[in-house]
């Protein structure tokens, strides 16, 4: 006995409905989700949300600590300004940016407002680089980061590639800005230069500072005690060799809400590069099985997660188009059962679309690779591999299956899906009348892998049994 491996010739007719749905739907949320400017990013979220409460806060007052990690995205742009109102609405005594950043996707007259905001801030608005190792303030960041009064660097940090300046008025005219003028013509800057920098003038408003508690009791703003060796600190331990100084001014720390993390998530160059090609490898896995499940489900929302970091990205609209070919060519030869030449183009434009998918973004090798391969492997081997298993049925002696009853699981109309004996068949009817989900079915033939059905019971008649009865009383009106 031999084992079926064709793959039928119609995909459900539901399932490609809710494709077009999908497309419209994703048309609809691309063009809403994506903001004019960074005003209008994000629900609004209460201040009070971003930050403990200001119960309990010591008469030496508080300073805001602002985390600023990643990509520049409209969400985290409209967060800092939310928190810049909050932090001067509570009374906070200074504000600094925790600055891990790589650049900005943010329009110019976006980043323009914020650092003219920075540099003319009620309060200090200062910016301190780190963690040691990780801390960036590149393109549109840095620009940020110089409009501040006072920059703090760890061991290990950069700052520079600003690009074309945006600066205007006070923000282009701070202390910052002409020391590190050449990041605007792409010079980067490390933690020894710029250290170097501030030693030449001692009144450049650039610190050593290895963690953040030591930029912030560097700041005038932040009130500290000092205990002298033999003194106890109170609920602390016995100072021995070294002054120390210890807090007096309360920190409060502000981090995105729930919800904006996760928008500013999908703004990540990987992770909506990932999300993008996860989402339509799904869908083409849900295309070739039985309704619309899990798969179906979570690609659909991966799409939409992943289109919308890609316009918030401003990606290649020729590579997503590339993109979305590359898995149309492989669903072309996952129906035909033969890996052949929409396989070798979905391959190419897949490479291609990738590799030039964001411009000046870095997707990174990594999930670029993982991307890639894992997306080959699947439509190249696991896919058909699904199918021929799903859809394979014993060769000989399929004759039994005519006159066979079995269950519609997708409504045949005119094609779907039936159970006979617990096997899952494409099946289509030939007749006028649709079979509805919950009926059963009848086996009329079998071609190939696609059952012709009909309702067990009325309908249409066959045009093939007409014919029958029509050519036997031919033949008896001429036997007469």
């Known amino acids: 006995m031999g084992i079926e491996t064709r793959f039928p010739r119609y995909l459900p007719t539901k399932t490609l409905r809710a494709l077009g749905a999908l497309v419209l739907v994703l048309s609809a949320f691309i063009v809403s989700a994506v903001p004019a400017n960074a005003q209008d990013s994000a629900p609004a979220i209460a201040q009070d949300s971003d930050g403990p409460s200001l119960q309990g806060v010591g008469p030496n007052g508080f300073v805001d600590v602002i985390e600023v990690n990643g990509l520049l995205d409209p969400v985290l742009v409209n967060f800092i300004d939310r928190s810049l109102d909050g932090s001067l609405d509570l009374g906070a005594r200074a504000v ?65 590639d600003f690009g074309e300046s945006v600066l205007e008025g006070a923000a282009a005219s701070g202390p910052l800005v002409e020391p590190l003028r050449g990041g ?29 508690l030591i930029h912030l009791l560097e700041l005038p703003e932040f009130e500290f005690t000092v205990y002298q060796p033999g003194e106890t600190i109170p609920n602390g331990p016995l100072v021995e060799d070294e002054p120390i100084r210890v807090p007096a001014t309360d920190t409060r720390f502000v981090t995105l809400p729930l919800i904006d993390q996760q928008f500013h998530t999908f703004s990540s160059p990987a992770v909506a590069y990932l999300l993008f090609v996860i989402g339509l490898g799904l869908l083409v896995f849900e295309l070739f099985t039985a309704g619309v499940g899990v798969a179906g489900v979570i690609g ?14 401003d990606a290649r609209w020729w ?5 979305v070919i590359a898995f149309i060519g492989f669903a072309i030869d996952v129906q035909s059962g033969i890996q052949a030449f929409w396989s070798t183009v979905g391959s190419v434009f897949l490479v291609i679309g990738s590799i030039f998918l ?50 519609v699981v ?71």
């Open 184 to 212: 605007f013509s792409g010079e980067i800057v490390g933690y020894d230069e710029l250290l170097q920098l501030a030693s030449n003038d001692g009144d450049l408003p650039i610190q050593d500072a290895p963690t953040l």
């Open 319 to 323: 590579a997503v188009a590339l993109l």
């Open 410 to 480: 997708e409504a045949v109309d005119p094609d779907g899906v039936v159970v006979f004996r617990e096997a899952l068949w494409r099946a289509r009817t030939n007749r006028a009348t649709p079979i509805a989900v919950g009926e059963r079915a009848r086996v009329i033939e079998v071609d190939g892998l696609l059952l012709e059905v009909t309702p067990e019971e009325g309908g249409a008649v066959d045009y093939r049994e007409r014919r029958g009865r029509t050519s036997g009383v031919a033949e008896a009106a001429t036997d007469s």
């Open 358 to 407: 964001l411009g000046e973004y870095s997707i990174g090798w990594l999930p670029l690779s993982v991307g890639i391969v894992g997306v080959l492997l699947a439509m190249l081997g696991g896919m058909p591999a699904m199918v021929r298993t799903r859809f394979s049925t014993p060769t000989i002696g399929r004759e039994w299956m005519i006159g066979e009853v079995g269950d």
């Open 96 to 160: 600094v940016l925790q600055m891990e950043s790589e650049g900005a996707a943010i329009d110019d007259e976006s980043l323009t407002a914020l650092a003219t905001r920075i540099a003319n801030f009620e309060i200090p608005v200062s910016v301190w680089i780190g963690p040691a190792g990780k801390g960036r303030a590149l393109g549109g960041a840095g620009q940020l980061a110089i409009a501040s009064s006072r920059i703090g660097m760890s061991p290990g940090s950069q700052i520079g």
């Open 300 to 313: 659909a929302g991966s799409l939409l997660a992943g289109s919308y970091g890609l316009a918030v990205l």
